[in-house]
Structure formats: structure tokens, C-alpha cells
T-cell receptor, first 115, second 112 residues
Framework: AQSVTQLDSQVPVFEEAPVELRCNYS??????LFWYVQYPNQGLQLLLK??????LVKGINGFEAEFNKSQTSFHLRKPSVHISDTAEYFC?????????????FGTGTSLTVIP | EPEVTQTPSHQVTQMGQEVILRCVPI?????FYWYRQILGQKVEFLVS????????KSEIFDDQFSVERPDGSNFTLKIRSTKLEDSAMYFC??????????FGQGTRLTVV
């Protein structure tokens, strides 16, 4: 089975500062990795995903993440955050390509951008 | 842009009652899922559905839960006899090729 660990439950950061949200996973097989964002009272929206190829993936809203296989990590980064980035961020992993694969989610990181 | 839609957005029900949560997945998608998120906790997998049958289910998805795709467009989650601990946000998701799940806005179920 897969598992996802998000080490930081809450991350406060000042506006225009950089941020990194950490995600580690455990898996004995190849995985697909995802970051989803949940704004208050809304559903889950895909930020970015790693399926194969380049280990640095760019997503929406200026976010990017780097897949590090040796460290089994997929940390999310943004060089300069905005107030509108305040939300809950979930890392997820899936291990079965081209089938009805289950997504395993981390416990989430609450990002609060301080003006 | 196509999206997954869920109705209702909020459902309040008395303990012991049956509820049906409805979802309309994206039209050309083949895989369907239900997840739930208890307040303050992580998103948990309930069940996946493919080719008109359950392909995988979690320990949470016991006999009180069932899913159905009654008419080729809707995908429903039925909870037969609700308990207080069933109160949660329920998310429907659909997936075309197994690589990315598109989530609906969720239905907040409150059992009183």
C-alpha cells in the first residue's frame, strides 16, 4: 500500500515570501504524484502532477514541484506567495497507471499568507 | 470546461435515515470515485467504480454504503442508515485514463 506524509500541518508565510510545502511518500512501485488545492468551502482542484519525464513540474498559479525519487519526496514550491494562495494543500499518490487507480492523500497543509 | 457536479451542496439528515448523494461525472470519463473528508481530517478513499461495478473499496465502505450508476450519466452514493460519524464532506471524482482525477465541489452531509 501507498502512504503520503505531509510534515507540516500549518504553514504561515508573509505575502511575497517564498514557500515550500513538504510531501514524502512510501511506495515499492512507480507512482504518479499530485498536488491538489482546496480553497475554503470548495472542492479539490489539481495544481500539478508528475507522471513521468522531467522531475520538475510546473502547475497553475505559479506553483512548481520537484520529484525526488531517492528521497521519495514531491515538495511544492512557490517563489512569491499572494494572499489568494491561502488554502489547504493536499499531496496525493497513485500507483496504478491506466486503471481505476485509487488516490492516497496526505493529511493536508494549511497555508496562511499574512499581509 | 467540463466539470464534475454534485448535488446537493449541503444535506442535513436525521440519524438512521437514508441519504443519496448525487454526482454527474465528466461525460467521457470511465472511472468514478467517492471520497470523504471528516472535518479537520484528511481526504479518505471510499470506493472506485469502473465498467458498472465496484473495482475497489476501502474498509470504510461497509454494508451501509452502496453506489450506483443508474442511467449512464449519474453516479450516486447511498448511505442506508446514517450515523453521526457519517457527517463529512463527500467528494465525487471521475477519471478518463487513470492519470488524473477531477473532483466535484463536494456535498456536506450533516447527521443530527
Amino acid at each position: 500500500a501507498q502512504s503520503v506524509t505531509q510534515l507540516d500541518s500549518q504553514v504561515p508565510v508573509f505575502e511575497e515570501a517564498p514557500v515550500e510545502l513538504r510531501c514524502n511518500y512510501s511506495s515499492s512501485v512507480s507512482v504518479y504524484l499530485f498536488w491538489y488545492v482546496q480553497y475554503p468551502n470548495q472542492g479539490l482542484q489539481l495544481l500539478l502532477k508528475y507522471l513521468s519525464g522531467s522531475t520538475l513540474v510546473k502547475g497553475i498559479n505559479g506553483f512548481e514541484a520537484e520529484f525526488n525519487k531517492s528521497q521519495t519526496s514531491f515538495h511544492l514550491r512557490k517563489p512569491s506567495v499572494h494572499i489568494s494562495d491561502t488554502a489547504e494543500y493536499f499531496c496525493a499518490v497513485s500507483d496504478r497507471p491506466n486503471t481505476g487507480n485509487q488516490f492516497y492523500f496526505g493529511t493536508g497543509t494549511s497555508l496562511t499568507v499574512i499581509p | 470546461e467540463p466539470e464534475v457536479t454534485q448535488t446537493p451542496s449541503h444535506q442535513v439528515t436525521q440519524m438512521g435515515q437514508e441519504v443519496i448523494l448525487r454526482c454527474v461525472p465528466i461525460s467521457n470519463h470511465l472511472y468514478f470515485y467517492w471520497y470523504r473528508q471528516i472535518l479537520g481530517q484528511k481526504v479518505e478513499f471510499l470506493v472506485s467504480f469502473y465498467n458498472n461495478e465496484i473495482s475497489e473499496k476501502s474498509e470504510i465502505f461497509d454494508d451501509q454504503f452502496s453506489v450506483e450508476r443508474p442511467d449512464g450519466s449519474n453516479f450516486t452514493l447511498k448511505i442506508r442508515s446514517t450515523k453521526l460519524e457519517d457527517s463529512a464532506m463527500y467528494f465525487c471524482a471521475s477519471n478518463r485514463d487513470g492519470n488524473e482525477a477531477f473532483f466535484g465541489q463536494g456535498t456536506r452531509l450533516t447527521v443530527v
